[in-house]
């Protein structure tokens, strides 16, 4: 019974160094990935003191952006009454020179109409083929 003894306390020592080296690199990764966790720490504290300014920057020039749009949207709405009233004008002016105008052409028309002669209309136009021959 003493070799089942001395296999059992052989196979708890194996059982034990085997712990203990489980146990050592365990603490070898925590150590690294505590290393690693660190360096990350101190990147992100760079990276935060440098975005915080940059933030604050880019407010600035969206504040300046919104109030130049601003300016750019007055800009356009004066240019759109402009537009609006230069077309009114258009409008205007046409039906002032057009209206005389349609009016002087009708007026000749009829003056030319009334001129001219009613029943010798087939005679000057056998006149003016028989001048052709």
Do not use: Y
């Not at 990935?33 to 760079?46: G, K, M, Q, W």
């Amino acid at each position: 019974m003493l070799g089942l003894t001395a296999v059992g306390a052989i196979a708890g020592l194996a059982i034990a160094c085997s712990f203990a080296l489980f146990m050592i690199a365990a603490t070898w990764v925590m150590f690294k990935l505590s290393r690693t966790l660190s360096i990350t720490n101190l990147f992100l504290d760079d990276v935060r003191k440098q975005t915080i300014p940059m933030m604050t920057r880019f407010q600035t020039t969206m504040d300046h952006l919104n109030h130049e749009l601003e300016l750019v949207d007055g800009i356009m709405e004066t240019g759109e009454r402009m537009a609006s009233r230069l077309n009114s004008m258009t409008k205007v002016a046409q039906k002032v020179v057009s209206s005389p105008l349609v009016r002087i052409i009708g007026v000749g028309a009829g003056v030319q109409k009334a001129i001219a002669p009613r029943g010798g209309e087939e005679e000057s136009r056998e006149g003016f083929e028989g001048s052709m021959d």
